[in-house]
């Protein structure tokens, strides 16, 4: 059997909200012919596999299908091995390298915006619209609905539906953190789904970082 942690990553500073991920540190331990059938198994938005936790060499699978890069996998993942001691400054998803520290109770990540999968943005007119929505529109299955709640201070309310990769609902979305901060280059505090919470700062090269909270909640075994 292979273990694998459960951690919830994008908590609110009042330990609420939080995405589930699932990271198998022993990634290759899991064939990779296995590791999609895993991640169906598991069921979280994205799992994990660290193939060699020295480099930081991972792969990201969500429910249906692999991804080059995602947020609160490489935010997690990162939190994660620093805890271990097994590393954790860069991550080699699949898209590139993915610098990461700690700053306080914060975990980081440096991304490039040109690495995101495609999503459909649409800024609605209030928070109250985004909290109404009852999915997306029809057809559309990588949907992003965003509103200000207060532009002045850079914070924003926002929920993703993502039925492409398996989704219904995403409950915190790193690598749409990084589409925003590239898209608005300000520093923004995301509040995502039904109470994560998200910071994102641009940098002046392009890159975007993003960071949350991130606790570990537990283990799971699974069949390797």
Not at 65 to 92: C, I, K, M, Q
Not at 184 to 197: A, F, K, M, N, W
Request: aromatic content about 8%; glycine content about 14%; charged content about 20%.
């Amino acid at each position: 059997m292979i273990e694998v942690q459960v951690l919830r990553v994008f908590l609110a500073p009042d330990g609420g909200g939080g995405n589930a991920l699932g990271v198998v540190v022993d990634g290759t331990a899991v064939p990779p012919d296995r590791r999609q059938s895993v991640a169906a198994e598991l069921g979280y938005s994205e799992t994990v596999f660290v193939d060699d936790p020295t480099t930081g060499a991972m792969r990201i699978f969500t429910p249906a299908a692999e991804l080059r890069f995602a947020g609160h996998p490489t935010v997690g993942t990162g939190w994660l091995l620093r805890t271990l001691g097994l590393g954790g400054d860069v991550l080699r998803p699949p898209a590139g390298d993915v610098a990461t520290w700690q700053e306080g109770d914060v975990a980081w990540i440096r991304a490039d915006p040109a690495w995101i999968h495609p999503i459909t943005r649409a800024q609605l007119a209030t928070p109250a619209e985004v909290d109404a929505l009852d999915g997306p529109p029809a057809g559309d299955g990588s949907y992003y609905a965003w509103a200000w709640i207060d532009e002045a201070a850079g914070t924003i309310r926002a929920r993703y539906f993502v039925a492409d990769y398996g989704i219904p609902e995403d409950e915190a979305t790193g690598a749409a953190a990084v589409m925003m901060g590239g898209l608005l280059r300000r520093p923004l505090e995301i509040r995502q789904g039904v109470g994560s919470v998200l910071h994102v700062r641009p940098c002046p090269d392009g890159l975007v970082d993003v960071g949350g909270r991130a606790e570990a909640v537990g283990t799971r075994e699974v069949e390797g």
